[in-house]
């Protein structure tokens, strides 16, 4: 191209602390263009981003807008320049509406901006009702207000932080065509994704990044998603050998019409919730986060007691009505989704926590804690599960999610559980890490453990789960074979359009 | 003067602390602070102020200098908990007994001393309907600005820009960060507010309403405030009707001595208090979705 670039970067470097985030990164953008930058969690593509909106300043380098040498301060010298962000977790404010959010950051009289919400929305695909309160709008809708929010500023480049995450299936296509559209109006789009097949069909260029480096400068269009996993983590891609599950054995948990009221004006009421789960197989709960997901986790592990005894069968008896601790007894566990705070301490070290919940292994002698079971259990738990970490007395805060949650899941599976609940088990987690815990989960299932999996990801589920529920609005689904079933129709029961 | 025009007549001065404070409050905290030392503010404003009124005889010199010291001790919580990031609730509770030890400190040698408060203001046409006219339409000049300051903050808040980015920055002060708003700032101006209008909430109980020196004679208002906060849930016309029917509440019982009913009269003077943790507690229980 005879035109410089729109945006340049060159040598570009950042280092947190001992953590060289970003080293000598290279990167060009131009109008028109949609451009992927792809890594796993953990290379630098978070890092990078923050760099070109002016929430960072680089150490070492060079940016370049239009040809012209550039410092960004802050986000407003970004936004100056033509530079829109929409980041991975939205930054709207729930208790106000669209156009109250979009008034925060674009001046202008409400009805007006309304109008120019409305005709957005038209040009682009991106349909909102102006005058709905953020609260009330599902995940699609609040993307297309940070989209619709980032065009009111007239940008020449948009950035799109990891978009299709908390999508379901069918809004990611309608985000695929707002985005081509915006292409073909002459605006160059950065697009961070580790979803290689998404690359693939809509970037023209990617920049993959591995440990804050540049590997690779590639057209996604002419790699297959082997090769471009090869350059994302510089090796071959971990195969999950799928062993034929047997067939299941007796009922482990079993949900009898579970229904249970909302405890706060943003909370889901569970209505009507029949669930069956066998020893030695995995099922699946696929939906997006906020449709009960957390409330059913809850009434599960006994956090919230359900109405009835009777709504809540584990191991054949009725516990609805008994706390985390009596359905442990039973032969029950349970990975929660928040890691820090519930499924560990972030103050304590590796050994406490694994007294939180290994305490019946024999850690305790008349109520005194026998620290040296205590730190065998954890060493165990760590050589075992590849916990990469200096050793038991490590804080549990100080590590990263992959590891941590190596770490919980792993604390779990040592006490031996005949059912088990892990929510979101790789939320956050680098792929290397991700591949191991559904290893994990496989290999306990093929022990004879009921493993009850609640996920966003519908391709961990698709991989490791026989059967799929999915949770929408605080509905169940009916039970689907995972070997008949199609991401499409699991996607049509995520919005809602099947029941 | 019957029970019903006393009670018109003094409602609105009665309830005036309450509402000048609550509303200081209610700011800080749509801000997403929580700021408990509004006992202490208070008990500075009303002791600055009584001391100011004693020797020069000035009024609007009194409530400025008790609004000025109040937001001194509060900018000493917004350096605590924005500066150097301390714990909120100790922070407040430190700054509340702070400010508590202050005002017995300098009026120690003002005890009993008394002024002259504030005269009523007879406006014409109005003081002349019936009944009420005489009672709750004849009010001294702080409680009329009260009311058209209670009406401009609910205006702010809720139909202006301003309004908006509190409410933002109390809800996600990331994401309000994000987009570029000076979070820092915006935080201690509501905390400065806050300070203020509990000095002023002080002055004018010490120097109008009750214009004599006694210590403690804030006794508890502060934390009727913070309750009446929740109470209102953080919208300023509830907090008001809050206000009032504390107010009411608060002369019900020197009327009902009055009136001779049989209840002992610490029963009665206790009363405010007990209807505050009863309150808090039907909030707490249905916030919580068990009602």
Redesign the interface.
């Known amino acids: 191209m005879s035109q410089p670039a729109l945006l340049r970067l060159s040598k570009v470097s950042k280092r947190y602390g001992t953590v060289q985030a970003n080293k000598e990164i290279d990167l060009e953008v131009h109008s028109g263009s949609i451009h992927a930058v792809l890594g796993e969690n953990g290379a630098g593509k978070s890092t990078l981003m923050k760099l070109i909106y002016g929430?960072e300043q680089p150490d070492a380098g060079h940016i370049y807008w239009n040809g012209q040498e550039v410092h960004l301060a802050?986000?407003?010298d970004a936004?100056v320049l033509g530079i829109g962000m929409v980041?991975q977790h939205?930054?709207?404010?729930?208790?106000?509406s669209v156009v109250?959010n979009v008034?925060?950051?674009i001046p202008g009289k409400p009805a007006e901006l309304a109008q120019q919400i409305a005709d957005l929305g038209d040009q682009f695909g991106l349909s909102v009702d102006p005058h709905a309160m953020v609260h009330r709008l599902s995940v699609g809708e609040r993307q297309r207000v940070e989209i619709i929010r980032c065009l009111l500023l007239n940008p020449k480049l948009l950035i799109l932080d990891e978009p299709t995450s908390v999508l379901p299936p069918q809004s990611v296509r309608r985000l695929f065509e707002t985005l081509r559209k915006l292409q073909a109006d002459g605006m160059a789009i950065l697009f961070i994704s580790h979803k290689l097949d998404e690359i693939r069909e809509l970037c023209d260029t990617a920049s993959v990044l591995r440990g804050g480096e540049v590997t690779g400068r590639v057209d996604p269009r002419e790699h297959d998603a082997r090769s471009l996993a090869q350059l994302m983590i510089g090796r071959e891609m971990p195969n999950v050998a799928h062993v034929a599950p047997r067939p299941p054995g007796e009922e482990r948990l079993r949900l009898n019409a579970l229904s249970h009221?909302?405890?706060?004006r943003f909370?889901t009421t569970l209505e009507g919730i029949d669930l069956k789960l066998r020893s030695g197989e995995i099922v699946g709960i696929a939906g997006i986060s906020g449709n009960g997901q957390q409330e059913l986790a809850a009434l599960i592990s006994g956090e919230t007691r359900a109405q009835e005894p009777g709504m809540i069968e584990i191991m054949g008896k009725k516990v609805g009505h008994l706390g985390p601790m009596a359905r442990r007894k039973l032969g029950f566990a349970f990975v929660p989704e928040e890691r820090l705070g519930r499924g560990a301490v972030p103050e304590m070290s590796l050994a406490d926590n694994s007294l939180l919940t290994a305490h019946g292994r024999s850690m305790l002698s008349r109520g005194f804690i026998r620290r040296s079971v205590e730190r065998a259990f954890t060493r165990e738990c760590i050589e075992t599960f590849d916990v990469r970490t200096p050793g038991p007395d490590a804080e549990a805060g100080a590590m990263s999610g992959g590891n941590l949650q190596k770490f919980i899941l792993g604390r779990e599976i040592m006490l031996n559980p005949d059912v088990m609940l892990v929510s979101q088990p790789t939320w956050g987690v680098d792929i290397g890490a991700a591949t191991a815990i559904r290893r994990r989960l496989l290999d306990m299932r093929d022990q004879g453990c009921a493993i009850l999996v609640i996920s966003e990801e519908m391709d961990e589920l698709f991989e490791i789960c026989s059967k799929l529920h999915v949770l929408h609005k605080g509905h169940l689904s009916p039970a689907l074979d995972a070997a008949e079933t199609t991401p499409q129709e699991i996607g049509r029961y995520m919005i809602g359009a099947a029941t | 003067m019957s029970g019903l025009e006393f009670l018109l007549a003094g409602t609105l001065a009665a309830s005036l602390p309450l509402l000048l404070a609550a509303l200081g409050e209610m700011v800080v905290e749509k801000t997403g602070l929580l700021n408990l030392g509004l006992e202490g503010m208070m008990a500075i404003g009303a002791a600055i102020a009584f001391i100011c009124v004693f020797h020069t005889g000035s009024h609007v010199l009194g409530f400025a200098a008790a609004a000025l010291i109040s937001t001194a001790v509060a900018m000493l919580f917004a350096i605590l908990v924005i500066g150097v990031k301390a714990n909120e609730v100790a922070s407040g509770l430190a700054i509340g007994v702070l400010g508590l030890g202050l005002s017995a400190l300098f009026g120690k040698s003002y005890e009993s001393r008394t002024i002259s408060g504030l005269p009523k203001i007879d406006i014409p046409v109005l003081s002349d309907i019936p009944l009420i006219g005489p009672t709750l339409l004849t009010q001294d000049i702080v409680v009329w600005l009260a009311v058209l300051g209670t009406i401009a903050l609910w205006w702010v808040l809720n139909r202006t820009k301003l309004g908006l980015i509190i409410a933002a920055v109390g809800e996600n002060a990331d994401a309000a960060r994000s987009i570029g708003y000076p979070v820092v700032l915006i935080r201690l101006c509501a905390v400065a507010f806050g300070g203020a209008m509990c000095g002023l909430a002080g002055a004018y109980a010490s120097t109008v309403y009750t214009p004599l020196w006694a210590d403690g004679m804030i006794a508890g208002r502060g934390w009727i405030a913070l309750a009446l906060v929740v109470f209102g849930t953080w919208q300023t016309g509830r907090v008001a009707f809050g206000a009032l029917l504390f107010g009411i509440l608060s002369l019900g019982e020197l009327t009902a001595q009055a009136m001779g009913v049989g209840l002992p009269s610490q029963v009665l003077s206790s009363l405010p208090y007990l209807v505050t943790i009863l309150m808090l507690v039907v909030i707490s229980r249905r916030r919580s979705g068990l009602v």
């Open positions: 929430v802050r986000p407003s936004q980041f939205f930054s709207l404010f729930e208790t106000l109250q008034s925060l950051m009221p909302r405890a706060s909370g």
